[in-house]
């Protein structure tokens, strides 16, 4: 079977590592939705006067963020139609808990469940305040919304987001990336993959 597996969680906890850890030794479409999108909603955001680097503001949420996550999905897609196993990352907030999102991206591939094994990651950290740290350690400018604003962005996070699709219990894993991310934790989310 065909594999599509999404790897959300909120920003920090680790979820384009823990990917690109299992996609070496898991032939996939590797679509990260930072690099699908982000050239252009940073010049989408400069051409309007605004920060480049915002993806907090009410005007990137309203015009830009299902702009990113749509085309996104168009070429995870594409890479079902063509029968590649494809690896999502990206938090997916809105589009887990909406039931008949997968079953789109599957209907629009021309594939079911019998072809595509669904499988989310949920990668977590154990606490807000690692996630801080792992936040300023990156450096990242794009998150300079969320450490200026910590308190009201902390009082946001939920570290397991609502899932509503209909998968079995399963094929979701809750996955603490708050250690080292060794060998062993990748195997086990292989076999997770595989199984």
Known sequence: MQKLVFFVGVAGTGKTTVAEKIAVHKACAFLDRDTVGGRFVEKFLEDNGLD?????????????????????????????????NVFMISPFTAELKNKQWIEDVLQASNKTKDEVDVKVIVVTLSDIETQKNRIEER??????????????????????????WDIPESSVNIFDNSGELTEEKVKGLIQFIEQ
């Open 52 to 84: 480049k680097d915002d993806r907090d503001s009410e005007f990137y949420k309203a015009n830009l963020r299902d702009l990113e996550y749509d085309t996104t999905k168009d070429i995870c897609i594409e890479n079902l139609a063509a029968g590649q």
């Open 139 to 164: 450096g990242t400018i794009r998150d300079t919304w969320k450490l200026e604003n910590w308190s009201s962005y902390e009082t946001r996070v939920d570290f397991v987001p609502t899932i509503n």
